[in-house]
């Protein structure tokens, strides 16, 4: 097995640690909407539509988690992953 060199550049992309804290988000939402019997697509799509945070159950933290993340950049993300995964 190759070992790096110690002064070999690694590449960071603050943009794509940003994603997938976004992915991480919806997914932990996701699963304490749906433990609590909640249909998580409607209710991320009221709280994405509304901003308000009444959509979003307290069940695991899912209502403080979401709001660390502008609803915008949420917005952005789902239109991105949508349309990359639909350019195909």
Do not use: C
């Not at 409607?42 to 307290?58: C, E, K, R, T």
């Amino acid at each position: 097995m190759a070992q790096k060199s110690v002064t070999e550049t690694i590449s960071f992309s603050a943009e794509e640690l940003r994603r997938e804290n976004i992915r991480e988000v919806l997914k932990h939402v996701e699963k304490a909407l749906n433990e609590r019997g909640y249909n998580a697509i409607n209710q991320l799509a009221g709280y994405l539509i509304s901003n308000d945070p009444a959509y979003i159950s307290s069940h695991n933290n899912a209502r403080s988690v979401i709001q660390s993340i502008e609803r915008h950049e949420i917005i952005e993300e789902l239109v991105r992953f949508y349309l990359e995964e639909h350019d195909k």
